[in-house]
């Protein structure tokens, strides 16, 4: 009999948010009548349409699918020139950054891009992960056997946890052992917080000085309005000898149905082999994208370019001005009704703490059965999330306005 890989065996219970959506179909099996009452805050998916440039563009390239002069079959696996040289432009070398068109690799996500490097990296390498944590970091993870058993807490053996809390602002104070890839997630997802470019500069430091890889996942960085944080991890000098930046048009753009995404993969960040040499990963990620993917459709990539002239631009700020206006309504409701309330400002989520007493599956199942609104549980996103909750800002200015209303009350 063929054999299963029973690193799947280990992960504890099931993936937080289809944990979510079981409790809350389980909640309206029994109260039928919630149904058109109900509000969803918890999975921070986008509620506002497609940019029309992005709309329009996507139009013209399924037209030139049509006629067989401007027909296109496969694209490049790395994504297409035109929309890496674009990225390179505007997300980068406007805010002084260099970075190489074919340092830029286009997907399809960046939940998948977090998943597939870890194909590319040696599975003896010890994993940091910030605590609270979004999950798929350490799931994906265990499923390749970079870890022992989950703790009774659901932690597992073989993972660092590097805890985030209101006394060091959410930011992971610098280990003092050796880790060899560490997660950093700003603005953080689940916690709304961002890293000052000092913060990031520790540990840009520390991965240099032990010669360890950050995974730096930036895909709310559309998101942030203070302009003293850095957008990008390569803001900060050195970061291209030690860093790989994610980042995602699935937010800020509402692509999260459409699905694209880019990683960037600088040519001098070296790691090293089972016989000792040092090496690129560069090719090492080339390889694995021109063998394992066939690309981003071009209708895709082309809606995506088109987020980058004026009128793209434009409408992108205004769906970046209508969750973050969320994000405030939120938070001042939040705060007048006397919650301890982080994030909001610079992301478009909100870290509350819960009730003294109550857990966050708690506070989960009391927000559905008085409120009738759908939270994400602190607790889901690991040990030191215990006693929060997060609200997505991801929703409709009317349902948001109602949600206010309903937290007042709270």
């Not at 149904?35 to 037209?63: K, N, Q």
């Not at 674009?86 to 998948?112: M, N, P, W």
């Not at 793209?312 to 006397?338: C, F, P, Q, W």
């Amino acid at each position: 009999m063929f054999s299963l890989n029973s690193n799947y065996l280990k992960l504890k219970a099931g993936y937080l948010f289809p944990e979510i959506a079981r409790r809350v179909q389980a909640f309206l099996d029994t109260h039928p009548e919630a149904v058109t009452d109900l509000i969803r805050c918890g999975i921070g998916d986008v509620t506002e349409p497609l940019p029309l440039a992005a709309r329009e563009a996507m139009h013209e390239a399924i037209e030139e699918l049509g006629q067989p002069a401007t027909f296109r079959g496969y694209g490049p696996e790395q994504g297409y020139d035109f929309l890496r040289k674009l990225i390179t432009q505007h997300d980068y070398a406007a805010r002084g950054v260099s970075i190489a068109e074919d340092e830029i690799f286009i997907s399809d996500g960046s939940k998948c891009d977090g998943a597939n490097i870890l194909d590319i990296l040696g599975t003896q390498n010890q994993i940091a992960v910030m605590d609270p944590v979004y999950p798929v970091y350490v799931d994906t993870n265990v499923m390749r056997g970079r870890s022992s058993d989950a703790r009774e807490d659901g932690s597992y053996e073989g993972i660092t946890y590097l805890e985030c809390t209101p006394e060091n602002a959410f930011v992971p104070e610098i280990p003092k052992e050796k880790v060899d890839i560490i997660y950093l997630c700003y603005p953080n997802n689940p916690t709304g917080t961002v890293a000052s470019h000092a913060a990031l500069s520790a540990w840009v430091e520390y991965a240099r000085r032990h010669q360890s890889l950050i995974l730096f996942d930036a895909a709310y960085e559309a998101f942030i309005q203070d302009p003293n944080i850095p957008h990008s991890i390569y803001e900060i000098p050195g970061a291209r000898e030690c860093a790989i930046e994610l980042r995602s048009f699935s937010k800020k753009a509402g692509f999260t149905g459409v699905r694209c995404a880019f990683t960037v993969v600088p040519k001098e960040l070296m790691g090293i082999t089972s016989a000792g040499t040092q090496r690129s990963l560069h090719p090492f990620w080339l390889r694995r994208m021109t063998t394992s993917f066939n690309g981003v459709s071009y209708i895709t990539q082309r809606g995506a370019a088109a987020l980058y002239i004026p009128q793209g631009k434009a409408e992108v700020e205004t769906l970046i001005h209508h969750y973050m206006g969320n994000a405030t309504i939120l938070r001042d409701a939040l705060l007048a009704s006397h919650h301890t309330v982080y994030g909001g400002t610079n992301a478009p989520y909100l870290w509350i703490k819960s009730p003294q007493g109550e857990t966050s599956w708690q506070t989960f199942d009391r927000m559905l059965d008085h409120h009738h609104i759908v939270v994400t549980p602190g607790s889901g996103f690991g040990k030191a999330g215990e006693g929060y909750f997060r609200i997505s800002a991801f929703n409709s200015r009317k349902k948001v306005l109602e949600v206010a209303q309903r937290l007042s009350h709270s």
